[in-house]
Each structure stands twice: as structure tokens, then as C-alpha cells.
């Protein structure tokens, strides 16, 4: 299995409910962002990914969730908000990387493999095949 990969940090902050603080009220993580394409097979110009777009794609992401409440863009586009959520989980917020991702670099046929470390050794992920 090949593989290409980046990585980025993003601080952004978000609400656990029913969680005590610090957890339960608004507080900042800063989050590294780890990306992994993998394949059986390089591609037509010997590639996992074309490396560029995937950074580009990373980087752009980042760009939009720096400082920013993930419960207002991340939590709003999978349903986790309100009373009765979970709230932004990290694993929850590695897929929805997965999903920005994914449509971003395209390579069908490639696992996209994503972990969202919220600090330098804890992390959720999310893995899946590109469509």
C-alpha cells in the first residue's frame, strides 16, 4: 500500500454539553490535522495524490477554522448541536474532515485516513474509501 500524507494545526474552540469545565463551556483546543491518502496502486503519473492538492486542500480548510467555533460550522453541517447533542467530538470532526477533504482532492478509489489530535497524543479518526 502507497501512501502520501500532511499535516496542519488549527486552533478553534467548541462546547461539550453536560460535560464539566472546562469541557463544558467554550474553550480552545489547538488541533493537528492528520491527513493520509493511501492506494494499491500509484496513479497514471506515479502518485498516491498529487501531493500540491492535497496540501492546498488542508491548508485552505484550515484557513477557514482558525479561531473559529466549530460548533457554528462544523457542529451546524452534522446535526451536533443543541441540548441534546454530543457536541464536536474529535471523532465526529474527523469525518466531517474526511467528507471537505475528500471532495477536495478528488482520487477516486483512494482511503482517505484523518486524525484529529486534540493535543500532542490524544486523537479520534475517521478512514475511508474516496467515491
Given at each position: 500500500?502507497?501512501?502520501?500524507?500532511t499535516?496542519?494545526?488549527?486552533?478553534?474552540?467548541?462546547?461539550?454539553?453536560?460535560?464539566?469545565?472546562?469541557?463544558?463551556?467554550?474553550?480552545?483546543?489547538?488541533?493537528r490535522?492528520?491527513?493520509?491518502?493511501?492506494?494499491?496502486?500509484?496513479?497514471?503519473?506515479?502518485?498516491?495524490?498529487?501531493?500540491?492538492?492535497?496540501?492546498?486542500?488542508?491548508?485552505?480548510?484550515?484557513?477557514?477554522?482558525?479561531?473559529?467555533?466549530?460548533?457554528?460550522?462544523?457542529?451546524?453541517?452534522?446535526?451536533?448541536?443543541?441540548?441534546?447533542?454530543?457536541?464536536?467530538?474529535?471523532?465526529?470532526?474527523?469525518?466531517?474532515?474526511?467528507?471537505?477533504?475528500?471532495?477536495?482532492?478528488?482520487?477516486?478509489?483512494?482511503?482517505?485516513?484523518?486524525?484529529?489530535?486534540?493535543?500532542?497524543?490524544?486523537?479520534?479518526?475517521?478512514?475511508?474509501?474516496?467515491?
Amino acid at each position: 500500500m502507497y501512501e502520501t500524507g500532511t499535516e496542519r494545526e488549527v486552533r478553534a474552540f467548541h462546547v461539550m454539553p453536560d460535560m464539566p469545565p472546562p469541557e463544558g463551556e467554550r474553550h480552545s483546543h489547538d488541533y493537528r490535522l492528520s491527513l493520509v491518502v493511501s492506494r494499491e496502486q500509484l496513479d497514471e503519473k506515479g502518485m498516491v495524490v498529487d501531493l500540491d492538492v492535497l496540501v492546498g486542500a488542508l491548508e485552505d480548510l484550515t484557513k477557514r477554522l482558525d479561531n473559529a467555533d466549530l460548533d457554528e460550522i462544523v457542529g451546524k453541517e452534522i446535526g451536533a448541536t443543541g441540548s441534546d447533542s454530543a457536541g464536536v467530538t474529535v471523532e465526529a470532526f474527523a469525518h466531517w474532515v474526511h467528507g471537505k477533504i475528500g471532495a477536495a482532492i478528488g482520487s477516486a478509489g483512494s482511503t482517505l485516513s484523518v486524525r484529529v489530535y486534540e493535543n500532542a497524543t490524544e486523537f479520534g479518526g475517521y478512514s475511508g474509501v474516496l467515491a
